[in-house]
């Protein structure tokens, strides 16, 4: 099977999905004829609107085990993740402690770079070689004027999943707000705040086949109700924690998307198993040595991040561009010439770190896409190597 340059196959799922037909098909009306502003209380263009947004709700809230009185609509996860932070900072007077890791999404590092600058306290756990923070550690940073703890559910670089429960636990016993970054692992995993003892969580609509520039905040309002100082005044929408004009067909599509990955997250996430395996072993018959980094078991399903040594991976990237759509890492990362941050912070050296790619697989990839891809990597790798020139050949794959 021959790829364009107009049809490359996609394989950067951490960065951002396609939107799902039946999402967009959802959308649709709320652009034209249910056109009305959901705070327009005094007609029915706002009271369709103001309905549409209430029942997605619902169906975010579904995903992740939550009352529906819970989800805050924002603008995305880095939204979401700044309103928990810098709202728990807000309401502390900026007095206080907060935990994090060093493996955190840029967004979750600079929101409590941003606290820090202005009198909180904060201390960054360092993780272990597969990326991860231990809930013995946690215990053991904790202080008495700790106001937060915020990490990463799995990681969007190298897929490692944190023990969420476990840390969830700890911090409910000593009263400790619990904020988890779920951008990644929401719509693939089976989560649940309350089991898991999560009391602010942030993800975005579209990392789960959804549309750009719509996520949500969770809020716990119960046992106990988290306080939170609103970042956005305005006309007191989202209980008053978000103020600006509902993005309606957004929020709809944001509704459904959850809706969909809720049904189908089981069959999914053993279609993607099955895809990583058959990558891993084409790759390994093409000869392209690597490691994987993260955790060997505890990692999402459809995350790959292979190291080559001896190759740079803006050279094996720019021999695939034309056919594979991967990454170096982070989307935000991947915009500065640096390691990527949670490569080196696995222990890594920045030549290793420089030679990595991230592989992520999604909803509309075939197993005939997985082996072309394979392929094509082992191949660009092994030039990479060599430094040779000329492009990657076309594939043609066995019966």
Known sequence: ?????????????????????????????????????????????????????????????LI???????????????????????????????KGHIITSNVEHRAVLEACKTAEKRGIRVTILNADHNGQISSSQIEEALTPDTILVSLIYANNEIGTINPIEEIGFI???????????????????????????????????????GPKGVG???????????????????????????????????????GKACEMAHEVRITESTRMLEMRTSFLRILSENTAAFKINGHPTQRLCNNLSLTFEGAKSVDILGRLHRSVALSTGSSCSSLTAEPSHVLMALGLSAPQALGTVRIGFGRFNTMTQIAIAARELAIAVQCARQKTLGPVKDLQLSP
């Open 64 to 94: 992740i085990g939550s009352q529906e009185r819970e989800i805050i609509f924002t603008s995305g996860a880095t939204e979401s993740i700044s309103m928990a932070i810098m709202g728990v900072a807000l309401s502390h007077d900026f």
């Open 1 to 61: 099977m021959k790829t364009t340059l107009s049809s490359p196959i996609y394989l950067d799922h951490q960065s951002t999905t396609p939107m799902d037909p039946q999402v967009l098909e959802t959308m649709l009306p709320f652009f034209t004829e249910n056109f009305g502003n959901a705070s327009s209380n005094t007609h029915s263009f706002g009271w369709i609107a103001k309905e549409a947004v209430e029942e997605a709700r619902k169906q975010v809230a």
């Open 216 to 254: 949500a905040l969770y809020s716990r309002r119960r046992s106990p109700r988290i306080k939170l100082d609103p970042l956005i005044s305005g006309g007191g929408q989202e209980m008053g924690l978000r103020g600006g004009t509902y993005n309606v067909p957004g929020i709809v599509g944001f």
């Open 171 to 209: 911090c409910r016993q000593k009263l400790i707000p619990f904020h988890v970054d779920a951008t990644q692992a929401v719509g693939k995993l089976c989560i649940s705040v309350d089991t898991e003892g999560v009391s602010l969580m942030s993800f975005s609509a579209h990392k789960l086949y």
